[in-house]
């Protein structure tokens, strides 16, 4: 199949490009990536300041990290449960590694002396108004994250969005400032409004974030063969935690992606959209660093709901 005729054929029906050389599937999910001389996948071979950065939002000693997003109002406005971040997520940073939010938030809100690393929201331009939100452009410059002290900056991309080139062209260059600076880069596979959230999809749009620098990866969690897309990316994914679901159901995604390669999770309405915030962080923390199963973390969840 030729190259144009490819795109064509995508055109037409709606998927993406099929991968080359389908026929071996040698993913080996079971046969980890060696990472001589520091624990994190793909990382070992970076700059100092870099795996710091990356030893603050991953726990070195689980080689995982519970996030918690709260970059949402970028372009959703005061979305439901983060109306007063200073009420509803200021209290749960004790217990997350770290925290995802956007430089606006974290200078008028978040408390300075806080030691919980901060990975900035980079990326911005159309409102949840518009239809199309890939008309995205970088919207922080790398020189307000070395001021704000960030453990990293997260960039929106869209593999097979409108404006696909471009945002990949702000992650790199973003990747470009951030190996200049000792910041990584944490690209976000962005599904538009039509798109399959399927592995093959995200084994394309990992593996193409990766390639270009990023240092790791935010993807949406699949029930069909996420261990694939894990196996195929050559550094870390954290799930997105994606739509509200109830406890017992996000917390039976979150162990299947950690179980399946992921390296935790970046969760944010399945956080504080709970009914028990800090009782359902907990138990997310319980299946990332500890293997809780769903059902033992959802036991947790429940007593410590009980108790207030």
Request: aromatic share 6%; proline share 5%.
């Amino acid at each position: 199949m030729t190259h144009s005729f490819a795109i064509e054929s995508a055109r037409h029906t709606g998927s993406v490009m099929p991968e080359v050389d389908k026929a071996g599937e040698r993913y080996a999910a079971d046969q980890p990536q060696e990472t001589p001389g520091f624990f994190l996948k793909g990382s070992h071979q970076l700059d100092w300041g870099i795996k710091n950065r990356l030893a603050r939002v991953f726990s070195p000693s689980t080689g995982r990290t519970v996030m918690l997003a709260v970059d949402h109002g970028y372009f959703q406005g005061p979305t439901t449960g983060l109306e007063r971040i200073d009420l509803s997520i200021v209290p749960l940073l004790p217990s997350c590694d770290a925290l995802f939010c956007t430089r606006g938030i974290l200078r008028s809100v978040i408390p300075a002396e806080t030691t919980k690393p901060m990975v900035l929201r980079a990326s911005g331009g159309p409102s949840i108004l518009r239809e199309e939100l890939s008309d995205e452009e970088i919207a922080m410059d790398i020189d307000d994250a070395v001021r704000l002290n960030a453990a990293g900056i997260g960039i929106q991309v869209f593999i097979g969005g409108e404006f696909e080139t471009r945002s990949v062209q702000n992650m790199t260059r973003l990747v470009d400032a951030g190996l200049r600076t000792g910041i990584p880069v944490m690209g976000i596979t962005a599904v538009g409004k039509t798109m399959v959230r399927d592995a093959k999809y995200f084994r394309l749009a990992c593996r193409i974030i990766a390639e270009l620098g990023a240092q790791y990866v935010k993807t949406y969690y699949c029930d069909d063969r996420f261990e694939t897309v894990a196996a195929s990316c050559p550094v870390p994914i954290v799930m997105a935690g994606g739509k509200k679901l109830t406890e017992l159901d996000a917390l039976t995604m979150a162990y299947n992606a950690v179980q399946q390669g992921a390296a935790g999770v970046d969760m944010g309405r399945n956080i504080f959209q709970s009914e028990a915030p800090k009782a359902m962080i907990a138990a997310i923390n319980a299946v990332v660093h500890k293997n809780a199963r769903p059902k033992e973390a959802y036991e947790l969840f429940s007593s410590l709901k009980a108790k207030g």
